[in-house]
């Protein structure tokens, strides 16, 4: 799938998630952006809401989170209200991120959200793990006709397909399908990496991961797994603190990330058996056929007067029985290369 001028079938993509890592100021999101490039990142990608679009204003308490997060205890409408990019930033940031080489994207989490992103010409919809269950947004996003991204999240298989049926059903666009598990930080024994490879198989969409655990562990592996789209959060500093600042990475180790990421990408190759010119070049190194001892025409080769021996520049060893016992038609030298015009048939 394309991602602005990105490819996912070319390579990887490499996506830097700014969410909430600005702390409110402009500033260190065009910072941010910066630091992102330079780390290697293909793509920046923002989120797109208010309070208002996300939750209601309300002391009820289920509108706490007590889920097990990092943020539990905190109103939900505070917590975004917090974490929100002002939608007047939007347009500078993808200037700058277009200037600094990146593809910029963003979630939307509403109808008003899309609508925004689509008067600054978003060229790729980012669906949160959370929204893949909001059948009416996804009907929405996908009658924009843009490419759309999915995370799995909390989806169960049937959400999934029901989500993917859903935009196929509006347009016939590019899905990417990422997996997702919506903890922060993510446990290890959770990430369940394998299921990467049965999103292409039973949903014929380029695979990728959002990943929340902590390190590059997760999203190096996801590449052997078939990823094409990785997604890290990105923070310029974790001590400028944040909604996500503990499991999101720096540019450090970012850009440790991106380098193992192209490593493995060129380890994993292709399932081809087609020897590379390395490979070819290095079978001088392999065995072969030679003459042991000077030999006469019309002399019967023995096996004393042959060997499978290194260079691997004579005839192949799998003729070595079809040449023992037969006559030599000239004379040869001990060290000669064995070739079968020397032999009788």
């Known amino acids: 799938m394309k991602i602005g001028k990105l490819d996912t079938a070319e390579r990887c993509i490499i996506v830097a998630e700014l969410s909430a890592n600005h702390n409110g100021s402009l500033k260190t999101a065009i910072e941010t952006i910066a630091e992102a490039a330079k780390a290697g990142a293909d793509a920046i990608k923002l989120q797109t809401y208010t309070a208002d679009t996300m939750t209601i204003n309300s002391d009820s308490e289920d509108f706490v989170i007590k889920s097990g997060t990092i943020w539990d205890g905190r109103k939900l409408y505070e917590l975004y209200q917090e974490a929100y990019t002002p939608w007047e930033w939007h347009e500078e940031l993808y200037r700058i991120a277009r200037e600094e080489g990146l593809e910029c994207f963003s979630t939307p989490f509403d109808r008003t959200a899309v609508d925004f992103l689509e008067s600054i010409n978003n060229p790729v919809y980012k669906v949160a793990s959370f929204e893949i269950t909001d059948i009416p947004l996804l009907r929405y996003v996908a009658s924009k006709h843009r490419p759309i991204i999915l995370s799995s999240g ?45 999103f292409k198989k039973d949903f014929s969409v380029p695979p990728g ?42 540019p450090t180790e970012f850009k440790a990330m991106v380098e193992q990421v192209r ?45 499978i021996i290194r260079p691997g520049l004579g005839l192949a060893p799998k003729y070595y029985d079809q040449i023992v016992g037969k006559k030599m038609n000239a004379a040869v030298t001990r060290g000669q290369r064995v070739q079968l015009e020397l032999i009788d048939e």
């Open 154 to 198: 909390i989806a169960t298989e049937d959400d999934i397909a029901l989500a993917i049926e859903t935009i196929r059903k509006v347009s016939n666009v590019e899905i990417g399908l990422l997996k997702c598990t919506s903890s922060y930080p993510a446990p290890y024994e959770e990430a369940n990496l394998a299921l990467i490879e049965r």
């Open 263 to 307: 490593i493995a990408e060129k380890l994993i190759g292709r399932q081809t058996y087609e020897v590379t010119s390395k490979a070819r070049s290095g079978r001088v190194f392999s065995r072969s056929i030679y003459f042991t001892r000077d030999l006469k025409k019309g002399e019967v080769i023995t096996e004393d007067s042959v060997a």
């Open 209 to 250: 991961i959002s990943d929340h655990t902590l390190g590059h562990t997760a999203p190096i592996l996801s590449v052997a797994f078939g990823a094409r789209i990785i997604e890290k959060h990105f923070i310029i500093d974790r001590s400028i603190g944040g909604a996500d600042a503990s499991f999101s990475m720096n």
